[in-house]
Each structure stands twice: as structure tokens, then as C-alpha cells.
């Protein structure tokens, strides 16, 4: 049985900021996907982003629909259709990262239509980071980036097996000792225009990270892998606003109770933006459900 949702903070609802995750599973094609649509910016400068009517004017003004709505969209949809073309015993590792490459893809196509002269700020590339997988009898073939992740957990609510993070925070530290942006922050135009010019799907770069912009280098940063999946586990996959979520004993502790339908509560509770899950357990072959 497959489950998934994205939730929301109460807050962000309010105020109608675009939802920009997006997921699709399918129980017969044993495929799930998650994408996390990159922010974009309202305006070059957001200095006043620290006060309330900062954040007020930000989110009055973000753009609607978001392009990175749109590239989540993409790849949620490009991954199922990609991996459908192959038989079921094919569809592994190498099919994965073609369907990654094929969202790539039609994201550049995308970008080509609707985004002109790219300035790295408010009329930057639409782009997300994602994660998904596909089943087969006892194990899973996986593919992501970025910050987006996998996860299993036994009926213990144990864990038995997570992706990296391999999001920009576990290179803040390297980026922001880059001579050009000291004494600025995020919120100067120029320190975003420098790392998301040098430092996003720059594979010279050792401390890059990777963005499914559509452009050829984000595939360097798209990692694929093959795990064991026994029947009684549960496979999760997320987006980052549940990571911490996701690896608290609050949540292992759910699953210890068999409680699952407290996912959901416990994550509408605890996400401080947006997050999304994805979740397989229990196989039943009288469970056919479909999400995409």
C-alpha cells in the first residue's frame, strides 16, 4: 500500500504562497516520486524579509503560478512516463537516471519557452531537486539529489537505510568563505547571483550542489543506487521540510505502534514550510491506488 501528501505550515497557507512540492505514486507500476520546487525571488533585494511586513510584501508578491511549481510538476510526471517505457526486471539504476535526464529535459525545454536572459535572480531558471524509486519483489532502485531523500524503517521503527543530504547547507560553510561574499548575506542580490552562478551545477566547484534546471551539468549531481526492501519494511520518500521529521522518534515511534495514520497528523504538526512524503507498506496486490 502506497500513501503520500505534502503539508503545509499554517502560516505560509494563509498568506497563499504557492505549494512548489509535488509527488506521484503508482502501486501497479510500483513507482514513487517526490520534487521540491527551488524558491524563487519576488525582488532583487530582500533585506526586509526579517521584519513581518518584509515576509508580508515577499509572499503578496511571489509569482503565481510559481515556475518552480512547474518544474516539480515536470518531473514527478516525466519520471513515471520515462520509467513505464521499460519492463518491470529493467527498470533499474541506469533507467532511473534516464528518467532523471529526461525531466532534465523537458524542464530546459520549459526554461527555453519561459525564461529569457537568466539573471540568476528574479528571472532565474524554474528548477527542483527530487527523489524516487521503483520497486520490484525485494528491492528498490533509487535516484536523487540534493536534499530530497530515501529512507527505510523496519516494523521497529528502526532505521535501516537513508540517502545523504547532499543539499547547499552541508556546503554553507565552504561557500560563504568565498572572498566575494563577505560582509553580505542572502539577502544581497549579489551573494544569491554569485551561488546560484557559481557555486549550483558547477562540477568544478568542489563545494557545488545540484538543481534539475534543465541544464546538461545538474545530471553530475543525480545519485542512483539498489537496496534490499524486505516485505514488512516501509519505504519512505521525502522531501527535505520532513527530513527532521522524518528521523525523529516521534515518527519511529508511529511505526512502532503500527500507527501510520498518524503520519500525516505528526508531519501537518511539525513542518515549519512545506514538506512532502511518499510511504509504501504492508504489499497487498488488493490495494491498487494511483496518485500521478
Given amino acids: 500500500m502506497t500513501e503520500g501528501f505534502t503539508v503545509e505550515n499554517w502560516k505560509l497557507r494563509l498568506m497563499r504562497k504557492p505549494v512548489e512540492d509535488a509527488f506521484g505514486f503508482d502501486n501497479m507500476s510500483k513507482i514513487m516520486a517526490v520534487a521540491d520546487g527551488v524558491t524563487r525571488d519576488p525582488f532583487e533585494d530582500l533585506h526586509n524579509v526579517g521584519t513581518l511586513m518584509g515576509k508580508i510584501d515577499f509572499l503578496l508578491n511571489y509569482p503565481k503560478p510559481s515556475p518552480a511549481k512547474v518544474a516539480s510538476n515536470i518531473l514527478v510526471e516525466t519520471f513515471r512516463i520515462a520509467l513505464i517505457d521499460y519492463y518491470e526486471l529493467n527498470r533499474n539504476e541506469k533507467a532511473i537516471r534516464k528518467a532523471f535526464d529526461e525531466a532534465n529535459k523537458e524542464i530546459r525545454n520549459w526554461n527555453g519557452r519561459n525564461i529569457s536572459n537568466a539573471d540568476y535572480l528574479t528571472n532565474d531558471f524554474a ?13 528498490f532502485s ?51 547571483r554569485i551561488v546560484r552562478r557559481d557555486y549550483r551545477n558547477n562540477p568544478k566547484e568542489e563545494h557545488s550542489f545540484g538543481v534539475l534546471t534543465g541544464e546538461d551539468s545538474a545530471m553530475n549531481y543525480v ?22 521529521t522524518i528521523f525523529s ?15 500525516e497528523k505528526l508531519c501537518k504538526k511539525k513542518v515549519r514550510t512545506e514538506g512532502t512524503i511518499v510511504y509504501y507498506h504492508h504489499p497487498s496486490e488488493l490495494n491498487y491506488s494511483s496518485r500521478f
Avoid at 528548477?127 to 528491492?139: F, K, P, Q, T
Avoid at 522518534?249 to 503520519?263: C, H, M, P, Q, Y
Fill in 127 to 139: 528548477g527542483c531537486v527530487a527523489a524516487g524509486i521503483c520497486r520490484l519483489s525485494d528491492v
Fill in 142 to 192: 533509487f535516484g536523487y539529489l540534493t536534499d530530497a531523500g530515501i529512507a527505510v524503517f523496519d516494523l521497529l521503527g528502526n532505521l535501516k537505510f537513508r540517502t545523504e543530504n547532499q543539499g547547499p547547507d552541508k556546503h554553507d560553510k565552504y561557500i560563504w568563505q568565498d572572498k566575494r561574499l563577505q560582509g553580505i548575506d542572502w539577502r544581497n542580490p549579489e551573494a544569491r
Fill in 223 to 244: 545519485r542512483t543506487g539498489t537496496q534490499e526492501l524486505r516485505g514488512d519494511d516501509i519505504l519512505v520518500v521525502y522531501t527535505d521540510g520532513l527530513e527532521s
Fill in 249 to 263: 522518534g516521534e515518527f519511529s515511534d508511529l511505526i512502532r505502534r503500527k500507527n501510520i495514520k498518524g503520519i
